[in-house]
């Protein structure tokens, strides 16, 4: 036990180990809350996270990738729905057909050359080393394919049928290569004589694929696209033609259902739009009369020519009722009806069938 020797120094003694105690206090708060703070700091590093991986910016990523891969996905599904399916036939000299992917935005000249690429695969195609692009055009029913247009713009669709128009029908000399008379092997003569004929065969097949060049240019080849007309000759035949060929068409004649119309010795077809020219509907046949834009050709050129006209179904309205004595005199009238209005149209009346009902008159012009 400490003896202090007065009140003071008892006092100052208590003061010191006040000021000791409150010291050790404060340290001892000090260490702890330094503590804490390191503790915290540990955590946070062994916690931190990147913004990129924080919950909301991590959601926020997760959608532009899925915002991404959905644009890209409905780019393939669009690339898709644009690729369409041809069905491609080549029907003379061979037979030949096959299926084509294309895209729809591409232009005809580049469905022609992958056409052209897929036949000279072909071992029947290997030997027409001239072959090309210019060797044919393509169809798709009764319209030429405009090389300049889209797919899209020649209204093409999934699955269509185009058809291969060759210049020339080259089976002939075809057949003159294949039916080569055997020759003896002990005649050096007619081996030579087989080998020459062999090398103007070549040279015929090679100078008919040239000739594929002679087409008439596309743009002068008449237009007919309307459903349901057909020509004479055929309207293929027509599109392979050259332009002597085309400026020079004997008895054309263009029809559908309801009538036909022909045209004697030569004419003309160079760059006609049988479209706009040509109209036969029931009972009815005009010519230059669709619309008023159509400039009409003079007399004696183009379609404004001498013409043979027939209309198909042309009959009285017979009851079943009536006599056939009453019959025959209302077909009587019905004929005088015909005759006296070719006589005021200035066309000439030719004949009429009771049993079919067509009716043949003939025009000088149109």
């Known amino acids: 036990m400490n003896h202090y020797n007065s009140e003071k120094e008892y006092f100052d003694n208590l003061l010191e180990i006040k000021h000791k105690v409150n010291k050790d206090r404060e340290d001892q708060f000090s260490l702890t809350e330094n503590n804490v703070n390191l503790i915290k700091k540990k955590k946070n590093r062994e916690n931190y996270t990147p913004d990129l991986f924080k919950e909301e910016s991590f959601k926020f990523n997760l959608d532009l990738n899925d915002q991404e891969e959905a644009k890209a996905e409905n780019e393939n599904e669009t690339e898709e729905s644009n690729m369409i399916n041809l069905f491609i036939k080549l029907e003379e000299p061979i037979k030949l057909d096959f299926m084509l992917l294309i895209h729809k935005n ?3 000249t580049l469905l022609k050359q992958s056409i052209c690429d897929k036949l000279k695969e072909d071992n029947k195609f290997k030997k027409y080393k001239k072959f090309s692009v210019n060797s044919f055009i393509l169809m798709k029913k009764y319209s030429i ?19 291969v ?37 070549l040279e015929r097949e090679e ?37 002597e060929e085309l400026q020079n068409v004997r008895d054309f004649a263009i029809y559908n259902d309801y009538g036909r119309i022909e045209f004697p010795y030569v004419t003309n077809l160079e760059s006609l739009n ?3 020219i040509v109209n036969i509907e029931d009972k009815l046949i005009s010519l230059y009369q669709i619309n008023d834009e159509i400039k009409k050709h003079p007399k004696g050129e183009g379609l404004n020519k001498e013409a043979i006209i027939k209309l198909y179904n042309m009959k009285p309205t017979n009851k ?47």
């Not at 209005?341 to 079919?356: A, L, N, Y």
């Open 106 to 108: 591409n232009k005809i």
């Open 145 to 163: 394919l405009r090389e300049l247009a889209t797919i899209t713009e020649a209204n093409i669709q999934d699955k269509d049928i185009i058809y």
């Open 165 to 201: 128009l060759l210049k020339e029908n080259f089976s002939e000399s075809n057949e003159s290569v294949k039916g080569a008379p055997s020759v003896s092997k002990h005649s050096a003569s007619a081996k030579k004589k087989s080998k020459k004929h062999h090398s103007k065969s």
């Open 207 to 243: 100078s008919l694929v040239s000739s594929y060049r002679d087409f008439a240019p596309i743009e002068m080849i008449p237009i007919l696209t309307k459903p349901g007309y057909k020509t004479e000759p055929d309207y293929k035949v027509i599109c392979r033609m050259s332009l």
């Open 274 to 276: 049988l479209d706009e």
């Open 320 to 366: 079943i009722n009536k006599e056939k004595k009453d019959r025959d005199n209302e077909y009587r009238d019905f004929i005088r009806v015909l005759k006296t209005e070719c006589e005021k149209k200035g066309m000439t009346f030719i004949k009429h069938d009771r049993e079919s009902g067509e009716w043949t008159f003939k025009v000088d012009h149109f």
